[in-house]
């Protein structure tokens, strides 16, 4: 006991203003810059903390994080932050994937092992694919823990990973010089996954994200139960997650958009591991809205998954109006009695916010809609009671008369 209070004792401390502590009391993961007494600057970004509020009680430890987030909590007991916190809080991720039937499953064999603030680690996305795990640290206080990080993902999985890929260039935006995505450990070559016994390649290399948006999983089954015999329309399409869902449920046809020409090639590939033989399926690599212009056919189900429209607060008003004119064009798309599957993923545009905008697109249409599903992230992609933010993706299908 004596030689781990000395441990922790190495953790610079910082305090909360008076009044200020009760956010954390709460265990919301996040202490905004304004809240502290001290200046969070005189830390090297990254550095891990110790946060006591005013009368030195002891309250969280996190990590520096310079910007309007100043201290993300990594944990509300006064502990070190060591291979053993990292294997421990894997393993908490762990069980609750293993619990919803994803590790092992024989008909699913990528999903995500790490949901930053959903898993308790602000910070970390992890996702598994096929047996490479793929990192992406978007702070630099979580790459700086990348060393146990990557000894946790192989004590924890074991022979399930035969590679890890740290891919975290894009998301540090320049925080760490010269930083490189790369392969830490194994040969992480990109290969073929199973999501639901269908088919996908993807490329975490150059791809969005991690290579493949694993949040539309349950969205994606939820409209191929829709598909058999209807013509559809995916908007925003990537590699064609949607678009090869409904063909290998029986739809009559398929049209895929994308802006990117390497999305759409991918987007074809996926779609001749699947069903090589279909003639029922096109895809064109152009603007969505170009696309609705140049198109007059009608379609039983139209799928509108854009990219985030806001990356913050000051671009929420900007990005509303982008989903009302989007969803606006979308409604006119849509067959009577045909279905729109809407959605944002932008996080500082609410589930409220964004069923108001849709609701405005709807009277601006002049046509009778009704929501039959509300739509959010699934279980592998896990919300934080504590921590509401965390649930940034929203849909909606709507039946349009």
Known sequence: ????????????IIHLKSGKEKSLQRSHPWVFSGALHEDFKQFPEGSIVRVLDNKNNYLATGYIQYGSIAVR?????????????????????????????????????????????????????????????VIQCHTSGIYYQLDLIQNAIQTLLGSRVDAIFNKSKETLHGAIPDIENSCLWGSADNRIVLENNIKFKVDWTTGQKTGFFLDQRDNRTLL??????????????????????????????????DVSKTAIDLLKQNMDLNAPESNNHQAEAKDTFVFFKEHEDLYDILVLDPPAFAKNIGA???????????????????????????????????????NQ?????????????????RLTQPADHPVNIFHPEGEYLKGLVLYID
């Open 1 to 12: 006991m004596l030689q781990l209070c000395a441990l922790m004792s190495h953790y610079p």
């Open 73 to 133: 909590v990594l944990s509300f007991i006064d502990e070190i932050i060591d291979a053993d916190f990292w294997i421990k809080t894997f393993q908490n991720s762990f069980n609750l994937r293993e619990s919803i039937g994803l590790i092992d499953s024989k008909i699913t064999n990528c999903f995500r092992l790490i949901h930053g603030e959903g898993d308790g680690i602000p910070g970390l996305i992890v996702d598994f694919y096929n047996g490479v795990a």
């Open 224 to 257: 191929g139960s829709y598909s058999k015999n209807k013509k559809v329309l995916n908007t925003f399409a990537y590699t064609g997650g949607f678009s090869v869902y409904a063909l290998m449920n029986g739809a009559s046809h398929v049209d895929s958009v």
């Open 316 to 354: 929420r008003h900007n990005a509303l109006m982008g989903y009302k004119r989007l969803n606006m064009e979308g409604i006119k798309k849509v067959k009577k009695g045909g279905f729109l599957f809407t959605f944002s993923c932008s996080q500082v545009v609410d589930s409220l916010q964004f």
């Open 357 to 373: 905008i849709i609701m405005s697109a709807a009277i601006e249409s002049k046509r009778k809609v009704k929501v039959i599903h």
